[in-house]
Structures are given as structure tokens and as C-alpha cells.
């Protein structure tokens, strides 16, 4: 059910905020719900509210690699999505390119996060 589900996603944010730096901006990416074009989309609130952080949302088929290093280069530092399963089955180029770019976070959280700035010399 929609509340259960919600509750869930509430503690998923909610165990990986202390494995993120403070203040850090994320790129939270999940599949869309109804593939909406860009611009006409609504961006799901609860994951920063309850990670208290700022950042991007994309749709799994908006993601490009130049598109998530341009948002490290506006300074994003951890892409967030609910898991690492969906992102495998629809979008395996993208996890090829997190798992090579950056750190998967370790954390009891549901959500999967990668820390794309260490492997950053300049950003450590």
C-alpha cells in the first residue's frame, strides 16, 4: 500500500543520511512513474526531506554519464537511488559507470548511494 511504501522510503533516507557527508548534494534517481518528459514531471520530495539534503532528481531515462558528471562539476557528491536491483535491470550502462566512477556508501539504508567525489584528487 501507498503509506507502507512511503514509510519505507521514509527509513531508507532516513538510515543513509548519517553515511553522507553534511550538507552534501545529491543526485536522487529512481525510475519514473509514467515516463513524463523533463519539465512536466513532479520531483519526489521524501528522499531529501528525510536525508536532509538538496540536490537533482532524474528519471532512470533521463540519466547520462556527462549528465551526472556535470552535476558533480555543480557539485553534487553522492548519487542516491532505491536500490541498486532496478537501477541493474533498467539501466546497467549507468551502474557500470557508478560503480566505475565512484564508492558505493556503505550503510544499513535500503538506498544504494555512491560517493562520486572519492576518487576525486581535487574533491577528496
Known amino acids: 500500500d501507498y503509506v507502507g511504501a512511503m514509510i519505507g522510503r521514509r527509513d531508507a533516507a532516513t538510515?543513509?543520511?548519517p553515511a553522507l557527508m553534511p550538507g552534501s548534494l545529491i543526485i536522487?534517481?529512481?525510475?519514473?512513474d509514467g515516463g513524463l518528459p523533463r519539465g512536466q514531471?513532479?520531483?519526489?520530495?521524501?528522499?531529501?526531506?528525510?536525508?536532509?539534503r538538496r540536490g537533482w532528481f532524474l528519471a532512470f531515462?533521463?540519466?547520462s554519464a556527462d549528465e551526472i558528471e556535470g552535476l558533480v562539476d555543480a557539485g553534487?557528491?553522492?548519487f542516491v537511488t532505491p536500490g541498486r536491483e532496478a537501477?541493474?535491470?533498467?539501466?546497467p550502462d549507468i551502474?557500470?559507470?557508478?560503480?566505475?566512477r565512484g564508492t558505493l556508501v556503505a550503510s544499513p539504508s535500503a538506498f544504494a548511494a555512491w560517493?562520486?567525489?572519492?576518487?576525486?584528487?581535487?574533491?577528496?
Do not use: C, K, N
Open 15 to 17: 538510515a543513509l543520511a
Open 28 to 32: 536522487f534517481a529512481e525510475p519514473s
Open 41 to 52: 514531471h513532479v520531483t519526489p520530495p521524501d528522499p531529501f526531506y528525510f536525508m536532509g
Open 61 to 63: 531515462e533521463w540519466l
Open 76 to 78: 553534487a557528491r553522492y
Open 87 to 91: 537501477l541493474r535491470r533498467q539501466r
Open 95 to 100: 551502474l557500470a559507470f557508478l560503480d566505475a
Open 115 to 124: 560517493d562520486l567525489r572519492s576518487r576525486d584528487r581535487i574533491h577528496p
